[in-house]
């Protein structure tokens, strides 16, 4: 099976960074992608890590780590409009389909 | 271009009541899916189409949920009779190719905010 664990809440201030973790169990999928969403909104894609490391774009960078089912989502210079809730989401290889396994989601909060 | 559009954005009906949702995908984007977000817990998958076809229904939870793409162009999911336990926000999406094994992005909806008293 496939399971994605994240921490539900995370709270931050403005100007500083956060790092939203993933750890996952999974039996092998294609990458590690990232989805915001603003309550309300659509899930909105943000980064994808096909291959371990880090992945930077502007402000967020993400990362992933296949030898230790770990991934983590980095937001630097937090500004209020970041407020939102970040899903991991992995595409399992033996499902040829395309659909996404979700983990819960975190709420972020930016304090000003 | 425009996004993935969804009908209507919020649904309150009561329990035996039917509600149908529906999903217009990006224009020329193969592949459409449904998902659902219940009580703040994670987003999961219910179906995929691959034009008017379906693909994959394993995440569709009982025989009360029916999705329809016909001609393979907009999609509907209709709840009969809707359960209280259906209450959560629908979600659809598009993507071109999910043959490939690199990454495809999935462009998502707004979402259906779904009520059941």
């Known amino acids: 099976g496939q399971s994605l664990e994240q921490p539900s809440e995370v709270t931050a201030v403005e100007g500083a960074i956060v790092q939203i973790n993933c750890t996952y169990q999974?039996?092998?999928?294609?990458?590690l992608s990232w989805y915001q969403q603003h309550d309300g909104g659509a899930p909105t894609f943000l980064s994808y890590n096909a291959l371990d490391g880090l992945e930077e774009t502007g402000r967020f960078s993400s990362f992933l780590s296949r030898s230790d089912s770990y991934g983590y989502l980095l937001l630097q210079e937090l500004q209020m409009k970041d407020s939102a809730s970040y899903f991991c989401a992995v595409r399992p290889i033996y499902n040829q389909g395309g659909k996404l396994i979700f983990g819960q989601g975190t709420e972020l909060s930016v304090k000003p | 271009e425009a996004g993935v559009t969804q009908f209507p954005s919020h649904s309150v009906i009561e329990k035996g009541q039917t509600v149908t949702l529906r999903c217009d995908p990006i224009?020329?984007?193969?592949?459409l899916y449904w998902y659902r977000r219940v009580m703040g817990k994670e987003i999961k998958f219910l179906l995929h189409f691959v034009k008017e076809s379906k693909q994959d229904e394993s995440g569709m939870p009982n025989n009360r949920f029916l999705a329809e793409r016909t001609g393979g162009t907009y999609s509907t999911l209709k709840v009969q009779p809707a359960e209280l336990e259906d209450s959560g926000v629908y979600f659809c999406?598009?993507?071109?190719?999910?043959?490939?094994?690199?990454?495809?992005?999935?462009?998502f909806g707004p979402g259906t905010r779904l009520t059941v008293l």
């Open positions: 999406a598009s993507s071109q190719d999910s043959r490939r094994a690199s990454y495809n992005e999935q462009f």
């Open positions: 224009s020329g984007h193969d592949n």
């Open positions: 999974t039996s092998g999928f294609y990458g």
